[in-house]
């Protein structure tokens, strides 16, 4: 194989590149040439981590094959997230592994199982019918304001709403849920963090972590009908979540279920804008295969990564423990090996194996069937009360290493 046409320095997790595009071009360039490719750090570029840098996993197989391989691909060594602050330290590292997604088997098994109880298909399907009326709610008010910033008017609202829902967090304190998940994941990005300290982010994961303790200290002393008390009372196996644990549960929610989701629905319907047959055709079908489409083009998480834990070869390569490797779902989910013409928006796209919740290992996104209800039903609003939304600027981007997003984009919804 030739070598790769990258230019030196080049780093596939730097912000200031993901401020300006998504790189196509230089991961369909590995893809072709160097699937498993060294991307070489300095110490300033690694962002806390100080290892000389990371491989890039541009295939879809290679990414699957990774994701099925947790005791030799760990998600708890170094953490799951590619791009940390600059002045993060190996303890603070070591402390995130008190989230799930940073948890590896079987201490992952057991919170995995426990947590899975909250997002069965029964209980998100019981969501339906609130979130219903809440999506054609905020879709009602966008359309009252002529028109305003997509992102926060319209993308952003159903995934707090609904995280607070399932928490059982009161509407009225949606908006600190809002502002902390903003300071804990954007802390590259000068509208939210410093790009260099902890500081935004360690304080706002107090924060939550206080009020999420509370609020499990107050379930267990008064069960109610929800999710919450579900977690923290034993059920017949005798398991239930700590206060602790369900705190850091409530952060994971915050920043997992969140972002991702505001993002998807901020990159769908700008691929709708762009693409009007594809926004024709959802507006009088309702295809059921829209929201798998729209996660695949928005893939609102760049990359995850793990550490090899002992020597190992992968796609041909050899990967030295200790060593980290990235999981570009960015990539993967344009792979010309696994879709087929897969820069086309198809929102009738069937099959379609993409990656953006995770390459189907035991980390398989949990909130993945809550956010296609949440997609479908914030489509089908906006598709029902605001079918002629226009885009007023190019959207602006989030200045961040591992999550592909979008801060305000102005739109007209009449
Ligand atoms: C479009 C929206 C979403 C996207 C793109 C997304 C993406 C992902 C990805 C890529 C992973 C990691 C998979 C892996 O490492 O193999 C993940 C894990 C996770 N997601 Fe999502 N997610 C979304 C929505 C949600 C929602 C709505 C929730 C909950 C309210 C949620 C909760 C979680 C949790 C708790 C994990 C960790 C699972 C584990 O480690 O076992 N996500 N998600």
């Not at 993901?18 to 300095?42: G, K, Y």
């Not at 055709?281 to 002992?310: C, G, H, N, S």
Request: hydrophobic share 40%.
């Amino acid at each position: 194989m030739p070598a790769p046409a990258i230019p030196a320095g080049f780093d596939f997790t730097d912000p200031s590149l993901w401020e300006t595009r998504n790189p196509t071009t230089e991961f369909a360039e590995l893809r072709r040439t160097a699937p498993v490719w060294w991307n070489a750090q300095t110490d300033e570029q690694s962002g806390g981590f100080r290892d000389g840098g990371y491989w890039v996993v541009s295939r879809h197989e290679d990414i699957k094959e990774i994701s099925r391989k947790p005791e030799i691909f760990s998600s708890q060594r170094k953490g799951s997230i590619i791009r940390l602050p600059g002045e993060i330290t190996a303890d603070q590292i070591e402390l995130t592994s008190a989230l799930l997604v940073n948890m590896d088997p079987p201490k992952h098994t057991k919170i995995r199982r426990i947590i899975s109880k909250g997002f069965s298909p029964r209980a998100v399907e019981g969501l339906r019918a609130a979130l219903a009326d809440r999506a054609a709610a905020i879709v009602r008010g966008a359309r009252e304001s002529g028109g305003g910033d997509f992102v926060e008017q319209v993308a952003c609202e159903l995934p707090l709403q609904a995280i607070a829902e399932l928490l059982g967090v009161p509407q009225e304190d949606r908006r600190k849920v809002f502002d902390w998940s903003n300071q804990m994941l954007n802390y590259d990005d000068p509208e939210y963090g410093d790009a260099v300290t902890t500081t935004s982010a360690a304080n706002a994961s107090m924060e939550i972590l206080g009020y999420a303790w509370n609020l499990a200290e107050q379930r267990r002393a008064d069960k109610l009908d929800d999710i919450v008390s579900q977690l923290v009372h034993a059920d017949v196996d005798g398991e239930s979540l700590a206060s602790d644990e369900f705190g850091f549960f409530v952060i994971l929610l915050a920043v997992a279920g969140n972002e991702t989701t505001r993002n998807a629905i901020t990159h769908g319907m700008k691929a709708f804008v762009d693409n009007p047959e594809q926004w024709e055709l959802y507006k009088a079908e309702r295809p059921r295969t829209a929201p798998d489409e729209i996660v695949r083009w928005a893939t609102p998480v760049t990359a995850f990564q793990r550490t090899a834990v002992e020597d190992t070869v992968l796609g041909g390569q050899e990967i030295k423990a200790g060593q980290r490797v990235g999981l570009f779902y960015s990539s993967a989910n344009f792979d010309e090996d696994a879709f087929e013409d897969p820069f086309r928006f198809d929102i009738t796209r069937d099959p379609n194996p993409h990656l953006g919740f995770g390459g189907t290992g035991v980390h398989y996104c949990v909130g993945a069937n809550l956010a296609r209800l949440e997609i479908d039903l914030m489509f089908n609003a906006i598709a029902d009360a605001m079918p002629d939304l226009t885009q007023v600027a190019e959207p602006e981007r989030l200045r961040s290493g591992w999550i592909n997003g979008i801060k305000h984009w102005r739109v007209r919804y009449a």
